[in-house]
């Protein structure tokens, strides 16, 4: 095939639309067999054939008034699309899964269990209100005013209780891990 033509005196169809229609009819198998050998997918394949004919569609007036074949434009526009979507591949990160998490590990939740031991003794080195306010904020999910209501206190102290709470969490579990240490 050399230029888009359908009739003998070598004039471009009527439209561009019945341009593309016949170049694809032309060389679009053509093309999918040349493309399948460089991609995995299909998907892939058919996504570099798409994008060489809306390529072809974009510069039709250019094709259609030069003589030369179209045919070897269009495999060097798909071997151009193959090599950008190979370097595109290449430049992304590839994505490690991240290995399941085994249940039959070699502490079996041992950690979990220590964890919550020293949290466990942190509270009750806690005064009541301060435990009230903390377990009902973090283990219940209870905003500040909700807890300030069911407690009976202004919202003023139930947030002050909160922060000395914390305060008194993070000192308990930090002496904690010095002596671990």
């Keep these: 095939m050399t230029a888009i033509t359908t009739d003998d005196a070598g004039r471009l169809p009527g439209d561009a639309d019945a341009a593309i229609r016949e170049l694809y009819c032309c060389h679009a198998a053509a093309l999918s067999v040349y493309v399948g050998r460089f991609c995995t997918d299909h998907a ?10 809306i390529r072809a569609w974009r510069h039709l007036p250019k094709l259609s008034a030069d003589e030369r074949p179209v045919r070897p434009w269009l495999f060097r526009v798909a071997r151009n699309l ?36 020293l949290v466990v003794g942190a509270l009750h080195h806690l005064s009541a209100a301060h435990q009230a306010v903390l377990v009902e904020t973090f283990y219940h999910g209870g ?39």
């Design 82 to 117: 193959l090599i950008d979507a190979d370097r595109a591949a290449r430049a992304r990160p590839t994505v490690v899964q991240p290995p399941p998490d085994d249940d039959g590990g070699t502490d079996c939740g041992l950690n979990q269990v220590l964890d919550r031991e």
């Design 143 to 181: 905003s500040l005013a909700g807890i300030a209501r069911e407690l009976g206190i202004p919202p003023g102290t139930a947030r002050s209780r909160l922060h000395y709470a914390l305060q008194a969490m993070r000192q308990q579990l930090g002496a904690t891990d010095a002596v671990a240490c």
């Design 44 to 53: 892939d394949t058919d996504d570099i054939v798409q994008e060489t004919f």
